[in-house]
Nanobody
């Protein structure tokens, strides 16, 4: 069992920045897919960014050029650097860890991000 704990959310003005962290209770090197999702009120959860064990990344079109995902296997942590935040980025952001071959799939509890003036 692996526990994922997100932190770094909060209230920020439009155009501001936040860095989210997802700390795992165990090694994340076992997970070939680490990702951030978000869910806004009344909307479906959506993939924001994904980073594979190879280091390759992909992003939702709505955040390309503004958000950056990274992973530090030594610290068992995945980060989401969010710049140029917009009110439409307001959501609960959750971390997910997957190992396709072991059918392992873990989620964190989420952290609230609110972008408002």
């Amino acid at each position: 069992q692996v526990h994922l704990v997100e932190s770094g959310g909060g209230l920020v003005q439009p155009g501001g920045s936040l860095r989210l962290s997802c700390a795992a209770s165990g090694s994340i090197s076992r997970f070939n897919d680490m990702a951030w999702y978000r869910q806004a009120p009344g909307k479906q959860r959506e993939l924001v960014a994904r980073i594979m064990s190879s280091g390759s990344t992909n992003y939702a079109d709505s955040v390309k050029g503004r958000f950056t995902i990274s992973r530090d296997n030594a610290k068992n942590t995945v980060y989401l650097q969010m710049n140029g935040l917009k009110p439409e980025d307001t959501a609960v952001y959750s971390c997910r860890a997957q190992n396709y071959y072991l059918s392992a799939d873990y989620w964190g509890q989420g952290t609230q991000v609110t972008v408002s003036s």
